[in-house]
């Protein structure tokens, strides 16, 4: 494995080229990083044409659809490049479109989630399940939000930040029409759902109408980042019908968090507590779960210890699956991570607390 040398300690280490700074130096000489971290953000934004940052004082006008809060200067966008300031009013996709794609997945698919949920073992059944185990024959409606609030240097889709994706929006009664009677599942990801989140909301609340007398599961792959007006509204669609709320926990220190995705981790951690609360009123299915991916370098073992025991603290029961890394986007010069440590990483988030953890993606390990 080839190390590169840190640019403040020197040493060599495993660093992704873009930041050019290691883990511990990011943790231990934060100021000196930072110019490190915000020269690679402002160059992998400017890229695809997205805003570098999200201001959050001085004038413009607040967009409060997600938990950023972008405050938006006249005739610029917010963070996720799709909502702009004209004239004072924030204009941009809400409930009645938005920019996003989709398709029909056959079930068991490959969700975070699948070795828990109704669609991969038919827990639930039959409330929340049509078979006591795998639901073949029956799919999941995937729902790919293009646009994101976060800006992940290794990210796994990031061709949704081409603008000609965002060119042109789609409407509810679009995607209602996708909705057949052998689909069991909607599960909203991206790109992320949080910055379109009330179109999310109100295409759920048609389709549990559209399907009353059937099982249809809401669920969400997220990074978290939800406004906490409308979290409310999303784990109620996920409680009443069997889905799962699967929030991406990326680090456990706010400055790795801001390192690799451009933001940090606060409001993610607050609403993690705040989805918990309702764990206890669902017990066939959970309703939380979080997941990993294992960053080279950057996301090992005290990452994934610290962020075990905080889940574990809320409740032990809630799952955790961990992913191994693929080296993608502009982290593509990172290794693939070694089958022991990533084994050593697995019994960390045991010994943290947790009852339910497994590893994801192992034909990644090597």
């Avoid at 009013?89 to 029909?104: D, N, Q, T």
């Amino acid at each position: 494995m080839a190390l590169k040398k840190c640019s403040l300690c020197s040493k060599p280490k495993i660093v992704a080229k873009i930041l050019g700074v290691c883990r511990e130096c990011i943790l231990e000489r934060f100021t000196e990083a930072l110019p490190y971290i915000d020269r690679a953000h402002k160059l992998t934004r400017e890229s695809f044409s997205l805003p570098s940052s999200s201001l959050t004082e001085g004038g413009g006008a607040r967009c409060n659809l997600c938990a950023r809060k972008c405050l938006i200067p006249e005739g610029c966008s917010g963070y996720c490049g799709l909502r702009k300031n004209t004239e004072g009013v924030i204009k941009g996709p809400h409930h009645k479109e938005a920019f996003v794609s989709w398709y029909l997945d056959p079930l068991p698919t490959n969700c975070v989630a699948d070795w828990f949920c109704p669609g991969g073992t038919g827990c639930g059944y039959p409330q929340f399940s049509y078979k006591n185990g795998p639901e073949q024959g029956f799919y999941n409606l995937a729902v790919f939000f293009e646009g994101c609030n976060l800006n992940c240097l290794y990210c796994q889709n990031w061709h949704f930040r081409y603008s000609h994706l965002r060119s042109k929006k789609s409407s509810l009664k679009e995607l209602l029409m996708s909705l057949n009677q052998k689909v069991a599942c909607v599960c909203y990801f991206g790109g992320d759902p949080s910055p379109q989140a009330p179109f999310a909301i109100k295409l759920s609340k048609l389709a549990i109408e559209k399907r009353m007398d059937s099982i249809l599961r809401i669920c969400w792959e997220t990074n978290g980042l939800f406004s906490q007006a409308l979290l409310p509204q999303i784990i109620e669609l996920s409680l009443i019908t069997g889905g799962i709320i699967k929030i991406d926990l990326k680090a456990w220190h706010k400055e790795i968090h801001l390192a690799l995705t451009g933001f940090g981790n606060e409001k993610i951690l607050q609403n993690f507590v705040f989805v918990a609360q309702f764990i206890s009123k669902r017990e066939s299915v959970p309703l939380l779960t979080a997941s990993t991916l294992l960053v080279p370098g950057y996301v090992e073992e005290e990452e994934v210890y610290n962020i075990a025991k905080f889940i574990a603290e809320l409740n032990p029961e809630i799952p955790y699956r961990l992913l191994a890394f693929s080296p993608q986007f502009y982290m593509s010069d990172l290794p693939l991570l070694e089958k022991k440590k990533a084994n050593e990483v697995l019994k960390l988030a045991k010994a943290a607390g947790l009852k339910i953890v497994s590893l994801g993606n192992e034909h990644l390990l090597r």
